[in-house]
């Protein structure tokens, strides 16, 4: 629940602070009657990202006839690749993002092309919904499946409606409040995250033969925290806590975390150039 909670969070504030300084960029230049074209935008993203959700289930189907594991692993994999670039992503250019989104919008109501407004919207939401399905995929497979959908349904939309509050009050008066706290501080807990579904992704491995556990297990500690505890499933769920992992899965976790670092100065002394 708790992991729903956060992705859903952070990834409806994303998707809300692009529909708001459209909104607010609109409203500061006179043009409110172009509203439309940006919650026009918004609605058909929502729209999309249910239908993705939708058909990625339905293609999983398919997709299983690979293995069930070898499958899982594969969402896995992609979920940390994708969750790790967008936190790295947002880390150096967040202060880009309404700039860009201002002259992009300006140029769309100079040339009278009143469509790109919509599609500016249209890509940053569904953009997030996307990765919201894909991120989701991955905590469910590295949970082994919900026992019951209800609490990660509820965690999910709890997630959704506090950051639209959130986004909300940022717009309406509370603009000189600093969301940089919060997304330094979630991205660092979707780090851990994404390390977890690494290391998940190669346990799947281990089970199908494709990759040795080297030691299995190096320690079992279900006696002290059982994942299939309330408490043990948050720490699962974020930070990746196995009680009985193989050597590969904990080298793979630690791994994570110094490459991690490598990327992430590597993008900034690439833009410092």
Known sequence: ??????????????????VGILLTFLEKIGQSRQFRFVYWGAFWAVIASLAFAGLSDYMSVFFQDIGQDIFEASILFLATAVLTHMVIWMHHNAREIKGDLQKQAEQAISNNQLWALAMLAFIGVFREGVETVLFLWGLFFQGGGFESMAPPLAGGLLGIGLGVLMTWLFFKGFGHLNLRPFFRVSGIILLFMAAGMLSSGFGKLVTVGLVPPLIEPIWNTSWLLSERSFIGSLVAGIFGYRSSPSLVQAIVYLLYFPITVIWLRRQQHDLAQ
């Open 1 to 18: 629940m708790l992991g729903t909670f956060i992705i859903t969070w952070r990834e409806t504030i994303e998707a809300a602070l692009i």
